[in-house]
């Protein structure tokens, strides 16, 4: 609980824009509520037979749960350093736009991925996460980013990124849900450029080196 708490310091002593707040308070109340009620996890967590019964509310709810109180604070605190620069280039309803179709297609990619994997079971807000952070990339193409230990240019984090996530799909048993981080970065990538084109299009060169990898998993995936 006191781990919980330190979000919350954080976001007082930091400007966090409210619909940011909105959203880290969501998954800290609905977490800590499936840390304490596990029928209420289950109930909502991501979950293949689930969905193949009919309870699409899994596709977000899952969004809002979190194994443990480390996964929700590493969710948020990803969260927390990409959110405002996205907010402030897009306004507070074009991020709920970016948010929740990453959301909702990271777990739909899952559902098709492993469709066959009745026991297939998942929750976190990754999907969702990944995508502010590909929209971030997208229109500040120059932060610097680590992947792993290694500076270096946002555009170039993302390529490594995505090359990794589908490689780990197939290649790594390490519980991550990896197929939510690829189709939550595929689809802050494309919403972010429908959203805001003018912005987005100034940044062609970095579009260009993102879309290797997606036409790549595209490709492989036919």
Avoid: C
């Avoid at 969004?63 to 996964?71: A, K, Q, R, S």
């Avoid at 969710?75 to 350093?81: A, P, Q, V």
């Avoid at 469709?115 to 120059?142: E, F």
């Avoid at 290649?171 to 003018?198: C, M, Q, R």
């Amino acid at each position: 609980m006191r781990q919980i708490y330190a979000i919350f310091d954080i976001i007082y002593v930091f400007s966090v824009n409210s619909v940011a707040i909105l959203i880290i308070g969501l998954n800290i109340f609905l977490s800590y509520k499936g840390f304490r009620n596990r029928i209420f996890f289950n109930k909502y967590k991501f979950s293949i037979l689930g969905i193949r019964k009919g309870e699409k509310i899994r596709y977000i709810s899952s969004g809002f749960l979190h194994v443990d109180t480390t996964h929700l604070i590493i969710n948020m605190f990803t969260f927390y350093f990409f959110v405002d620069d996205v907010i402030f280039r897009v306004g507070e309803i074009n991020f709920l736009k970016i948010y929740f179709s990453s959301l909702i297609f990271g777990n739909w990619l899952t559902y098709r991925l492993n469709i066959n994997k009745l026991n297939y079971n998942a929750v976190g807000a990754s999907g969702a996460v990944m995508g502010i952070v590909y929209s971030a990339i997208l229109l500040n193409p120059d932060m610097t980013l680590f992947f792993f230990i290694l500076p270096m240019p946002g555009y170039l984090f993302g390529l490594a990124y995505l090359f990794y996530s589908i490689y780990s799909m197939k290649k790594v048993n390490d519980n991550i849900g990896h197929e939510a981080h690829l189709g939550g970065a595929i689809a802050g990538f494309f919403t972010t450029i429908v959203i805001s084109p003018s912005q987005a299009f100034t940044n062609s060169f970095t579009i260009l080196i993102l879309l290797i990898p997606i036409v790549y998993f595209y490709i492989k995936s036919k």
